[in-house]
């Protein structure tokens, strides 16, 4: 009598080599090197999921509870079988301010006249979903081929560049910090290698998070580093909703 399989794998311990081998969706790793590299993965998601609603004029604790619902559900929709964290999309930003007319600054009193087609856009994507899961990813692969889905990515970048240029260039010393920024992960990528290579984005965080405290806290040349307004910030809280 054959028995049924589980929905979600049976998960087993990664016995290979970092450096040569990648680790399968049902392998893990020690508890150890799984919260540190979870805690890099926060850091890697955080900057998109908060800066996407930044430009939108959405509140991005709405968008990180969001995030985190469809997550789990991402997870236990797919058995586990595809580890990924749904965050937000930064192919509606260019829709949303167009619509609603958004400068920038401050919440989006206009969120009402883009949220139904946001709402659409998630029936849309459900629904070709559901046209995958019958006839399979080929026709996918042929209507948008690497070169072009690869394009589209590069476009969305360079198109949010000129945000990343802007957000350094208040003055010559955040300047030169986002430079040593860049410098701290590519020299940690460069020159080493196993799980230190794969902890680059954290640990060249932590390292230029702690030359930038010696240059701004201790010798005084940017702003200093103040943790008085997460201090006065509620423990737990609701995120602002938008309703229509």
Known sequence: ??????????????????????VQTDEYLPAGKSIILGLQHAFAMFGATVLAPLLMGFDPNLTIFITGIGTILFFLMTGGRMPSYLGSSF??????????????????????LALGGTIACGVLYALIGLVVIRTGTAWIEKLMPP??????????GLHLAPVAIKSV????????????????????????????????????????????FLLANVMGFGTAIDFAKVGQAAWFGLPTYHPT
């Open 1 to 22: 009598m054959q028995t049924k399989e589980s929905w979600f794998p049976k998960f087993k311990p990664y016995q290979g080599d970092l450096d040569t081998m990648p």
């Open 91 to 112: 192919a509606f930003i260019g829709a949303v301010v167009a619509v609603t007319g958004y400068t920038g600054v401050g919440a989006n009193p206009n969120l009402s």
């Open 147 to 156: 070169i072009v889905t690869g394009a589209i990515v590069m476009i969305i």
């Open 169 to 212: 260039s208040a003055n010559q010393f955040d300047s030169w910090m986002a430079l040593i920024t860049i410098i701290c992960i590519s020299v940690i990528a460069v020159f080493t290698k196993g799980m230190v290579r794969r902890l680059l984005l954290l640990l060249g965080l932590v390292a230029s998070y702690f030359i930038y």
